[in-house]
């Protein structure tokens, strides 16, 4: 009996124990479907990261917030390549993943290898389809220590959203730097090209831009390259102002490329009273003229000032057009003849110092992390008075610079000899300046009473808050075209050197500035810190650090378990 009694006894507290058990475990459950039930309702995410490189801007929120269908990414970084190109892939994936997040599944995404083919013949086509679409494709040579290898990638992605579709390219070149930092502001700029993207294919109406015509700017064909690039993101139009004052009403934005006549009063009037009604203006001018044809001939010319009545309206909008010349010892070369053999002409890639290579040290978005930039005979400019005006030098000459001023004579006879460096003591020297603000017109307190209170006219002293970039040399936005006329070159694209320089890309982010959501393009501005490894020192110590990260898990794991086993003992033992 006493027995029976026990045996109830010790029954009861293994029944109570279990009941605990299940108890702790239903109450477990119900904590974590009640986590799930509100992280449903109250969405949020955290980056621990101390360059926040994985933090969404607001601007990009709200572009993926207002999807209403799938864009569906393409992305051809799918195959084996090193492990920078790896990392870009990744990079992209991870924030296609976090925009996926934010867009409640409306992104999508695909990874292709487009060398995946085995047939040579399809691979072309497809090659030949994506450089069409406007892929643009990278040779990859990367040596390392048992050789090097070569392979052409398309580092970028085709982004479609119902019956449209826009290219977009990842790789960010730049003159000078490293494959490691080029990858680096790759990555970096990875939220804005994607987000852009997104934005383009997306958009429900084109915004209309117009090349201004009538006072002999840039031709047809010398801006066909980039008329043809803005093309896939703009309608794009000429237009001639012709004195009409409601001539570039229709147009949310003008390009003034390189005028080589005056502008009348009646037509400065036109761009004055857009400006003051919200109108954008990119201006590509030149202060001072050359003759080419005399350069080419004699080797021998004179520039003088270009008459183009526009420095009161610059000056009243905070900038000054100066009548020189700069001159830079970071310059792009020319083919120059330093001798013969025999009867043939030796000729040399000497830097011509009329050719300034612009190298932008800004962190302003817009020019952040962009190529050097190609310019021919370009002035100096400066900012001037003008309150309520903000403004941002986005382009400047080396500190190795030099002045000369009109009426200044321009010879090829300068580069037979080596430069004397103190002639080239001018600090950095303005070229492109963007201008932010509440604009005066340059009109304000010169129009009758009737002119200006007439109701058709609506003439206006002060703009809206407004923005204009003003850029001191026409042929930054000037494609080359061969003598027959019959082949133009890509913008910024030297034949001499074989380098393509980032014009295209200055003008694009000026536009996209000008015309788009600041805060997004202000996502540009990112940056990541570079951490990379001791190449020196992985060699030297690869095997130490190899036996460290194989046998320190299995010592801490086995450490662990001998810890656990002699607490174990001792608890029981007792």
């Not at 303005?430 to 340059?442: P, Q």
Request: net charge positive.
């Amino acid at each position: 009996m006493e027995k029976a009694t026990q045996n109830k006894q010790d029954k009861a507290p293994n029944n109570s124990g279990k009941t605990q058990v299940f108890l702790r475990l239903l109450m477990y459950i119900i904590i974590i479907i009640s986590l799930n039930i509100i992280s449903s309702f109250l969405f949020t995410r955290f980056d621990l990261t101390s360059e926040k490189r994985y933090s969404i801007s607001p601007a990009t929120k709200e572009i993926l917030s207002k999807l209403d269908d799938v864009v569906f990414f393409k992305i051809y970084l799918e195959g084996e390549f090193p492990a920078g190109f790896k990392r870009l892939r990744n990079s992209s994936k991870e924030m296609l993943d976090e925009f996926r997040a934010y867009a409640h599944g409306n992104i999508q995404y695909e990874l292709i290898d487009p060398s995946a083919g085995s047939d040579n013949k399809e691979r072309n086509l497809l090659y030949k389809q994506l450089t069409e679409k406007g892929l643009q494709p990278t040779n990859l040579e990367e040596k390392d220590k048992g050789g090097s290898r070569s392979k052409i990638i398309f580092p970028g992605a085709l982004v479609n959203f119902r019956n449209k579709e826009v290219a977009v390219s990842f790789l960010v070149n730049k003159l000078g730097a490293s494959s490691e930092a080029l990858l680096n502001n790759s990555v970096e700029g990875l939220e804005y090209q994607l987000a852009n993207a997104i934005k383009q294919v997306t958009a429900p109406n084109r915004i209309r831009i117009a090349f201004s015509r009538g006072h002999k700017e840039l031709g047809d064909m010398q801006t066909a390259d980039i008329v043809h690039t803005l093309k896939e993101y703009y309608d794009v139009d000429t237009v001639r102002m012709n004195e009409q004052l409601n001539s570039l009403k229709p147009f949310q934005a003008v390009v003034i490329a390189g005028p080589d006549s005056a502008f009348t009063d009646k037509d400065k009037f036109v761009i004055d009273q857009y400006i003051m009604k919200g109108g954008k203006v990119v201006w590509f001018v030149d202060a001072m003229t050359i003759s080419l044809d005399s350069l080419g001939s004699t080797g021998t010319a004179m520039s003088v000032n270009k008459p183009l009545n526009l420095d009161d309206m610059f000056f009243k909008y905070g900038i000054r057009l100066n009548p020189n010349l700069i001159m830079d010892l970071q310059a792009s070369p020319i083919p120059v003849v330093t001798g013969y053999l025999g009867n043939q002409p030796k000729q040399e890639l000497l830097p011509w110092y009329f050719f300034p290579l612009i190298t932008p040290d800004s962190k302003h978005p817009l020019v952040n992390n962009l190529n050097a930039i190609h310019t021919e005979f370009v002035g100096s400019m400066d900012t001037v008075g003008s309150k309520g005006i903000k403004k941002t030098i986005l382009l400047n000459s080396s500190r190795y610079s030099r002045l000369i001023y009109t009426p200044a004579r321009v010879s090829l006879n300068i580069m037979r000899n080596e430069p004397d460096p103190r002639l080239y003591d001018k600090p950095k020297q303005a070229v492109a300046v963007l201008l932010e603000g509440i604009f005066e017109s340059v009109f304000a307190h010169r129009m009758v009473g009737e002119i200006a209170s007439d109701k058709n006219i609506d003439f206006r002293e002060k703009s809206i808050p407004n923005k204009m970039i003003v850029v001191s040399d026409a042929d930054i936005i000037r494609n080359y075209v061969n003598k027959a006329g019959s082949s133009i070159y890509p913008l910024g694209y030297d034949r001499y050197t074989r380098q393509t320089y980032g014009n295209k890309d200055f003008i694009l982010n000026s536009l996209d500035y000008l015309l788009s959501d600041a805060n997004l393009i202000g996502t540009r501005a990112k940056e990541f810190k570079l951490r990379l490894l001791d190449h020196t020192r992985v060699e030297k110590e690869k095997l130490k650090w190899q036996l460290i990260n194989t046998l320190s898990p299995i010592l801490f794991l086995t450490t662990l378990g001998l810890i656990l086993i002699w607490r174990r003992k001792r608890k029981y033992s007792k």
